[in-house]
């Protein structure tokens, strides 16, 4: 079953957090995760959204966004956005 992770951002460090998004996006693949969205702009149909930029990875499995995310191999990784963003992220199951 797929899986997805979301993530939003109040970068505040652009150049430092771009080192980060080029380091994490092919860390992620190494998890069988693959961008769906970036940057995207949400159409807020119904109720509030506070007009952050969404990404959104989709990955094969709950279990391969926990590895990812839990991955020591992601710690420096991780530490690359320090003092560059603020981010939020969910992760959920797909159908």
Known sequence: MSAYLVVQATITGEPQFQKYREAVVPF????????????????????EHDTRPVVMFEFPTMEAIHAFWNSPEYVPIKKLRDGAATINVWAFPGL
């Open 28 to 47: 992620i693949a190494r998890f069988g995760g693959k961008l769906v969205a970036r940057g995207a702009k949400v159409d807020v149909l119904e109720g």
